[in-house]
T-cell receptor, first 120, second 112 residues
Framework: EAQVTQNPRYLITVTGKKLTVTCSQNMNHEYMSWYRQDPGLGLRQIYYSMNVEVTDKGDVPEGYKVSRKEKRNFPLILESPSPNQTSLYFC???????????????????FGPGTRLTVL | QQPVQSPQAVILREGEDAVINCSSSKALYSVHWYRQKHGEAPVFLMILLKGGEQKGHEKISASFNEKKQQSSLYLTASQLSYSGTYFCGTADSGGSNYKLTFGKGTLLTVNP
Protein backbone atom coordinates (compact mmCIF):
# COMPACT_ATOMS: atom_id res chain seq x y z
CA GLU A 1 0.00 0.00 0.00
CA ALA A 2 1.32 3.42 -1.01
CA GLN A 3 1.78 5.48 2.09
CA VAL A 4 3.67 8.01 4.15
CA THR A 5 4.40 6.85 7.67
CA GLN A 6 5.43 8.92 10.67
CA ASN A 7 6.71 7.84 14.04
CA PRO A 8 5.90 8.39 16.77
CA ARG A 9 2.26 9.41 16.36
CA TYR A 10 2.13 10.97 19.81
CA LEU A 11 4.99 12.26 21.93
CA ILE A 12 5.16 14.12 25.22
CA THR A 13 8.62 15.32 26.14
CA VAL A 14 10.40 17.93 28.22
CA THR A 15 12.19 21.10 27.26
CA GLY A 16 15.70 20.51 25.94
CA LYS A 17 15.52 16.76 25.37
CA LYS A 18 16.57 16.05 21.78
CA LEU A 19 14.07 14.13 19.70
CA THR A 20 13.61 12.84 16.17
CA VAL A 21 10.36 12.34 14.30
CA THR A 22 10.77 9.92 11.45
CA CYS A 23 9.04 10.09 8.08
CA SER A 24 9.18 7.39 5.44
CA GLN A 25 7.45 6.98 2.07
CA ASN A 26 7.28 3.96 -0.25
CA MET A 27 6.25 5.74 -3.46
CA ASN A 28 9.73 6.65 -4.75
CA HIS A 29 8.86 10.34 -4.45
CA GLU A 30 11.62 12.91 -4.92
CA TYR A 31 9.97 15.69 -2.94
CA MET A 32 9.39 15.54 0.80
CA SER A 33 8.32 18.24 3.20
CA TRP A 34 7.57 18.89 6.86
CA TYR A 35 4.71 21.07 8.08
CA ARG A 36 3.46 22.12 11.46
CA GLN A 37 -0.18 22.87 12.12
CA ASP A 38 -1.35 25.11 14.94
CA PRO A 39 -4.91 26.29 15.65
CA GLY A 40 -5.70 29.41 13.70
CA LEU A 41 -2.39 29.40 11.81
CA GLY A 42 -3.01 26.76 9.19
CA LEU A 43 -0.17 24.70 7.74
CA ARG A 44 3.30 26.15 7.86
CA GLN A 45 6.19 24.60 6.00
CA ILE A 46 9.29 23.89 8.09
CA TYR A 47 11.72 22.34 5.61
CA TYR A 48 11.46 20.71 2.24
CA SER A 49 13.65 18.47 0.14
CA MET A 50 13.58 18.31 -3.64
CA ASN A 51 15.68 15.16 -3.71
CA VAL A 52 18.35 13.23 -1.86
CA GLU A 53 20.90 15.54 -0.22
CA VAL A 54 18.92 18.63 -1.32
CA THR A 55 17.05 20.43 1.46
CA ASP A 56 15.92 23.99 1.99
CA LYS A 57 14.14 26.12 4.57
CA GLY A 58 10.43 26.69 4.58
CA ASP A 59 8.70 29.50 6.42
CA VAL A 60 9.39 28.36 10.01
CA PRO A 61 12.73 26.48 10.13
CA GLU A 62 14.04 27.89 13.43
CA GLY A 63 14.66 25.17 16.01
CA TYR A 64 14.49 22.30 13.52
CA LYS A 65 16.95 20.28 11.49
CA VAL A 66 16.43 17.80 8.68
CA SER A 67 18.49 15.48 6.57
CA ARG A 68 17.80 13.54 3.38
CA LYS A 69 20.34 10.78 3.07
CA GLU A 70 17.96 8.33 1.44
CA LYS A 71 15.10 8.93 -0.94
CA ARG A 72 12.48 7.29 1.24
CA ASN A 73 13.34 8.92 4.60
CA PHE A 74 13.16 12.51 5.79
CA PRO A 75 13.57 12.77 9.58
CA LEU A 76 12.77 15.93 11.52
CA ILE A 77 15.16 16.67 14.38
CA LEU A 78 14.48 18.95 17.33
CA GLU A 79 17.85 19.42 19.01
CA SER A 80 16.51 21.32 22.02
CA PRO A 81 12.71 21.35 21.99
CA SER A 82 10.87 24.22 23.59
CA PRO A 83 7.18 24.57 24.54
CA ASN A 84 6.49 26.76 21.49
CA GLN A 85 7.24 23.70 19.34
CA THR A 86 4.19 21.95 20.75
CA SER A 87 2.22 21.29 17.63
CA LEU A 88 0.79 18.78 15.15
CA TYR A 89 3.42 17.83 12.59
CA PHE A 90 2.79 16.45 9.12
CA CYS A 91 5.22 14.96 6.67
CA UNK A 92 4.30 14.89 2.99
CA UNK A 93 5.81 13.56 -0.23
CA UNK A 94 5.25 13.92 -3.96
CA UNK A 95 6.85 13.52 -7.34
CA UNK A 96 8.54 16.54 -8.85
CA UNK A 97 6.61 17.60 -11.91
CA UNK A 98 8.85 19.04 -14.59
CA UNK A 99 7.34 21.43 -17.11
CA UNK A 100 10.75 22.53 -18.37
CA UNK A 101 14.05 24.04 -17.18
CA UNK A 102 13.42 25.87 -13.94
CA UNK A 103 9.74 25.07 -14.14
CA UNK A 104 9.47 22.11 -11.79
CA UNK A 105 7.07 21.99 -8.88
CA UNK A 106 5.82 19.51 -6.27
CA UNK A 107 2.94 17.50 -7.67
CA UNK A 108 0.16 15.92 -5.60
CA UNK A 109 1.42 15.75 -2.03
CA UNK A 110 0.54 12.72 0.08
CA PHE A 111 0.48 13.46 3.76
CA GLY A 112 1.39 11.21 6.64
CA PRO A 113 -1.05 10.70 9.54
CA GLY A 114 0.58 13.37 11.71
CA THR A 115 2.60 13.45 14.92
CA ARG A 116 1.18 15.27 17.90
CA LEU A 117 4.08 16.66 19.92
CA THR A 118 3.79 18.21 23.36
CA VAL A 119 6.84 19.86 24.92
CA LEU A 120 6.52 20.55 28.64
CA GLN B 1 3.74 36.06 4.27
CA GLN B 2 0.80 33.69 4.26
CA PRO B 3 -1.82 34.05 1.51
CA VAL B 4 -5.14 35.35 2.77
CA GLN B 5 -8.13 33.07 2.48
CA SER B 6 -11.73 34.23 2.52
CA PRO B 7 -14.16 33.58 3.93
CA GLN B 8 -12.73 32.17 7.15
CA ALA B 9 -15.80 29.98 7.53
CA VAL B 10 -18.93 29.20 5.57
CA ILE B 11 -22.01 27.12 6.30
CA LEU B 12 -24.03 25.63 3.47
CA ARG B 13 -26.99 23.37 2.97
CA GLU B 14 -26.53 20.34 0.76
CA GLY B 15 -26.80 21.33 -2.89
CA GLU B 16 -25.69 24.93 -2.42
CA ASP B 17 -22.60 26.43 -4.01
CA ALA B 18 -19.56 28.02 -2.41
CA VAL B 19 -16.51 29.94 -3.50
CA ILE B 20 -13.31 30.05 -1.48
CA ASN B 21 -10.74 32.70 -2.33
CA CYS B 22 -6.99 32.81 -1.88
CA SER B 23 -5.12 36.06 -2.29
CA SER B 24 -1.40 36.78 -2.21
CA SER B 25 0.62 39.99 -2.02
CA LYS B 26 3.26 38.43 -4.29
CA ALA B 27 3.36 37.26 -7.87
CA LEU B 28 2.65 33.56 -7.92
CA TYR B 29 4.00 30.58 -9.81
CA SER B 30 1.48 28.06 -8.52
CA VAL B 31 -1.49 27.58 -6.22
CA HIS B 32 -2.16 24.25 -4.49
CA TRP B 33 -5.50 23.42 -2.87
CA TYR B 34 -5.98 20.82 -0.14
CA ARG B 35 -8.91 19.75 2.02
CA GLN B 36 -8.57 18.48 5.56
CA LYS B 37 -11.32 16.72 7.45
CA HIS B 38 -11.34 16.91 11.23
CA GLY B 39 -8.69 14.66 12.77
CA GLU B 40 -7.27 13.64 9.40
CA ALA B 41 -4.38 14.62 7.15
CA PRO B 42 -4.83 17.08 4.27
CA VAL B 43 -5.84 15.62 0.91
CA PHE B 44 -4.96 17.03 -2.51
CA LEU B 45 -7.60 18.82 -4.60
CA MET B 46 -6.03 20.99 -7.30
CA ILE B 47 -2.85 22.57 -8.61
CA LEU B 48 -3.03 25.69 -10.76
CA LEU B 49 0.05 26.95 -12.53
CA LYS B 50 1.21 30.21 -14.03
CA GLY B 51 0.41 30.02 -17.70
CA GLY B 52 -2.97 28.37 -17.28
CA GLU B 53 -2.17 24.71 -16.71
CA GLN B 54 -4.07 22.94 -13.97
CA LYS B 55 -4.65 19.47 -12.64
CA GLY B 56 -6.96 18.02 -10.05
CA HIS B 57 -10.36 16.61 -9.23
CA GLU B 58 -12.94 16.34 -11.97
CA LYS B 59 -15.75 17.53 -9.72
CA ILE B 60 -13.98 20.57 -8.34
CA SER B 61 -13.05 23.59 -10.37
CA ALA B 62 -10.76 26.48 -9.65
CA SER B 63 -9.39 29.58 -11.28
CA PHE B 64 -6.09 31.41 -11.08
CA ASN B 65 -5.87 35.10 -11.91
CA GLU B 66 -2.13 35.73 -12.26
CA LYS B 67 -2.47 39.49 -12.58
CA LYS B 68 -4.49 39.77 -9.39
CA GLN B 69 -2.44 37.09 -7.62
CA GLN B 70 -5.63 35.34 -6.65
CA SER B 71 -7.14 31.91 -6.91
CA SER B 72 -10.69 30.78 -6.29
CA LEU B 73 -12.02 27.30 -5.58
CA TYR B 74 -15.57 26.61 -6.75
CA LEU B 75 -17.65 24.00 -4.96
CA THR B 76 -20.92 23.43 -6.76
CA ALA B 77 -23.91 21.38 -5.64
CA SER B 78 -22.16 20.74 -2.34
CA GLN B 79 -22.36 17.37 -0.68
CA LEU B 80 -22.00 16.45 2.99
CA SER B 81 -18.59 14.99 2.14
CA TYR B 82 -17.33 18.45 1.14
CA SER B 83 -17.22 19.51 4.79
CA GLY B 84 -13.76 20.25 6.07
CA THR B 85 -11.08 22.91 6.14
CA TYR B 86 -9.73 24.07 2.79
CA PHE B 87 -6.18 25.33 2.47
CA CYS B 88 -4.47 27.08 -0.38
CA GLY B 89 -0.71 26.90 -0.69
CA THR B 90 1.26 29.23 -2.92
CA ALA B 91 4.71 29.27 -4.47
CA ASP B 92 6.04 32.70 -5.37
CA SER B 93 7.38 33.56 -8.79
CA GLY B 94 10.95 34.61 -8.23
CA GLY B 95 11.36 32.23 -5.32
CA SER B 96 11.60 28.48 -5.21
CA ASN B 97 8.72 26.68 -6.92
CA TYR B 98 9.09 24.07 -4.21
CA LYS B 99 8.60 26.33 -1.21
CA LEU B 100 4.90 26.41 -0.36
CA THR B 101 3.21 28.89 1.94
CA PHE B 102 -0.26 27.93 3.05
CA GLY B 103 -3.12 30.13 4.17
CA LYS B 104 -4.89 29.79 7.50
CA GLY B 105 -7.74 27.82 6.00
CA THR B 106 -11.46 28.12 5.31
CA LEU B 107 -13.81 25.96 7.36
CA LEU B 108 -16.66 24.69 5.22
CA THR B 109 -19.65 23.03 6.87
CA VAL B 110 -22.31 21.39 4.75
CA ASN B 111 -25.55 20.57 6.54
CA PRO B 112 -28.35 18.28 5.36
Amino acid sequence: EAQVTQNPRYLITVTGKKLTVTCSQNMNHEYMSWYRQDPGLGLRQIYYSMNVEVTDKGDVPEGYKVSRKEKRNFPLILESPSPNQTSLYFCASSFNNRRGPGQGYPDTQYFGPGTRLTVL
Amino acid sequence: QQPVQSPQAVILREGEDAVINCSSSKALYSVHWYRQKHGEAPVFLMILLKGGEQKGHEKISASFNEKKQQSSLYLTASQLSYSGTYFCGTADSGGSNYKLTFGKGTLLTVNP
